[in-house]
């Protein structure tokens, strides 16, 4: 069981220190595939925040049913449940991001980002510390995602949200809406982002 101190420094360890996507570079796959605007890194980080949430909480109220040899699919089972809800409710609600996401919704059931938190955290704590954990590890998901992608919009499309920022003969750099800008644009933003946190943490 964690403190209310140790619940405060989860919600934030999962933004800053230990943010998925730029410190512990886990969900690749998403991160380098969907974020070719801001719009779509925006809508799978809160797909998948909605999803680790959710299941941690499940797993969390669960955990001490679950036979131990069978946790693991237990736990995919829980993720399955609530990816097949999030990709039920965007193809209803949302079908433009629905396509633009495509294949990538389902694949947040083997997203290791959630699945590890549910073995290493909410397996072994209570409800309210599991939800905050899961927030944490979910909004520094969403903010990563939010960031590459509204990078990659700009310079690669000048604009941001769809919002057009530049002027229309303004030069782009179309790379970086390609899948080879996905990797440059990442490796910067790592960059500034462990240089800016390694100051603020010191």
């Known amino acids: 069981m964690v403190s209310k101190i140790n619940q405060k420094e989860n919600f934030i360890k999962g933004i800053v220190k230990e943010n998925p996507t730029f410190v512990l570079l886990l969900g690749m796959c998403p991160t380098l595939g969907v974020t070719t605007s801001a719009f779509n890194g925006f809508g799978m980080g809160v797909a998948t925040l909605f999803v680790l949430v959710m299941s941690n909480i499940v797993v969390s109220l669960v955990k001490n049913q679950i036979p131990s040899k069978v946790r693991i699919p237990a736990f995919i089972i829980i993720i399955a449940t609530f990816v097949t809800v999030v990709e039920m409710v965007l193809e209803a609600f949302v079908p433009f991001l629905y396509e633009q996401l495509g294949i ?99």
Request: glycine residues 10%; charged residues 10%.
């Open 104 to 202: 990538f919704i389902p694949l947040i059931v083997v997203n290791c980002i959630i699945l590890g938190r549910a073995e290493a955290f909410a397996s072994k704590n209570d409800v309210f510390s599991s939800i905050i954990d899961a927030f944490g590890m979910g909004l520094g998901f969403v903010i990563a995602l939010t960031i590459l992608g509204a990078t990659r919009e700009l310079l690669g499309n000048g604009s941001v949200f769809d919002f057009k920022l530049t002027s229309e003969n303004a030069n782009t750099f179309i790379i970086f809406i390609l899948p080879p800008g996905a990797f440059i644009a990442l490796a910067y933003l790592t960059v500034i982002f462990n240089k800016l946190t390694s100051k603020i943490t010191g």
